[in-house]
């Protein structure tokens, strides 16, 4: 590759390869980081939701369990439902807010623990936090605390009164399980990723290797080893091996075309330059009378020969440049083209007031060169216009195509002339031969017709036309690539 003024190399596009996987890991990372996300808050909402749920039942064993006197006083268990509500500064703490009183379980002895800020309605529960506190050493902490109304009614309707309950526990213990949650998740996570990173590339090696082979082929070809590209591809990349393998025939025939066109060229030549040159070597030696006529002889016989050669050439480079490539060409419509070479036609053969018909399909078009077209309508028009009595017909129309493929092309001609007998088809389309003698014109137009049509892997099919009752020249051209 050439590098730049200032010493640099361009800029070179990022192989299939490192696009995919660049695309994979990237996808592959944030896919990952989402799903650890996602799992992180979905453990940390269930472990405060079991959290709450562990709050409430102490709050309920508790209420199962205490006792209230005539005057209000409360009468609480020996043993609370977990022995850390014994042990000061534990991390877990019980409330009991009276009307009038209030009680703490051992727990709470030394902490500041958050104000409750009154009773709960009967029934009502709450769960705050995490709510500032202060430990038994001064230091900040932090709690979470469930609470819940009751009313004890057990001596009857008209001593009965309402109490909360109130549960703390130290917000650490939340957050340990959350810390060694996400912990193994990452690791999880993390080792999960490397392998599927490790399975992307063999995947993406395993998936790109037909490309390689394609690639593999190709070189194999431009280096002479091989002919043309296997048939043996995946569906994905037929298109792309079997355009390849159209281009190389393609430029195979273009090749062959043109060496024998060098060929035709230099051995129609030979004769008209033998005939001059054997007038030249008979003119030497003559007296001054037999060499003026023999100069005009020679000037009548150089005129004619340098026609015939002139005649020559124009048809060799015709004939060559109507093998062009056309495998890739744009679409061309059909209509215009043939409206251009009929208002041609008719100034020509005015004299038969000829009266040519279209009946094309919208939008039908002819894929190749614009060239090929008029010289494939113009020869089949010619050809109709000379031996139509009155009438010429010009039918387009698409071809059934494959799935995927552009579609092919049938164009048919037909006139009412005389017509063509089947025994005389196969004479018709030979070079130089004519269909009558009388008729002016070279015998090359259909021969023409026939070569383009093949190049296209097209058919020529020549028939009675079923509505005007002359010939009828119809040509398919295959689906393209």
Known sequence: MQRSRLGFRPWRPRSLKARQLTAASISLVAFLMLAGFALDRAFAETAEANLRQRLK????????????????????????????????????????VMPNAHWASLSAEGPLLPEVAGQLEPRQERFDGPLAMTQVDGSEGEVYRYGIGLVWAERGPDNEFPYSIFVMEDAQTLAAQVRVFRAALWVYLGGAGLILLLLQVVILNWSLRPLQRVIAELVRVQRGQLQRMSERHPRELEPLTESINALIDSER????????????LAHSLKTPLAVLRTQLDAGEGKGPR????????LRQELDVQLKRMNDL?????????????KLFSAPVPIESTAEEIVRGLEKVY?????????????????????????????????????????????????????PNRRAGLQLAVDDDGPGIAP?????????????????????????????????????????RSPELGGARFEVTLPPGL
């Not at 025939?253 to 035709?264: F, G, I, V």
């Open 423 to 463: 025994e005389d088809v196969a004479k018709v389309l030979q070079r130089g031969v004519r269909g009558d003698e009388r008729v002016q014109g070279h015998g090359i137009g259909l021969a023409i017709v026939q070569d383009l049509v093949r190049d296209y892997r097209g058919e020529l099919q020549v028939s």
């Open 290 to 297: 037999e060499a003026g006529l023999r100069e005009d002889v």
């Open 313 to 325: 050439v124009s048809y060799q480079l015709a004939r060559a440049a109507s093998g062009g490539h």
């Open 350 to 402: 005015a004299a038969k007031n000829v009266l040519c018909e279209f009946d094309v399909a919208p939008g039908v078009q002819f894929y190749g060169e614009a060239g090929d077209l008029q010289e494939l309508l113009g020869n089949l028009l010619e050809n109709g216009f000379k031996w139509a009595r009155h009438r010429v017909l010009l039918t387009a129309r698409p071809a059934p195509g494959a």
């Open 253 to 264: 025939e273009n090749l062959d075309r043109q060496r024998n066109t060098l060929a035709d």
């Open 57 to 96: 039942s102490y709050a309920m064993a508790y209420a199962d369990n205490i006792d209230f006197g005539r005057d209000g006083s409360l009468y609480t268990p020996e043993l609370g439902p977990d022995p850390r509500f014994h042990r000061p500064g534990s991390g877990l703490y019980a409330e009991v």
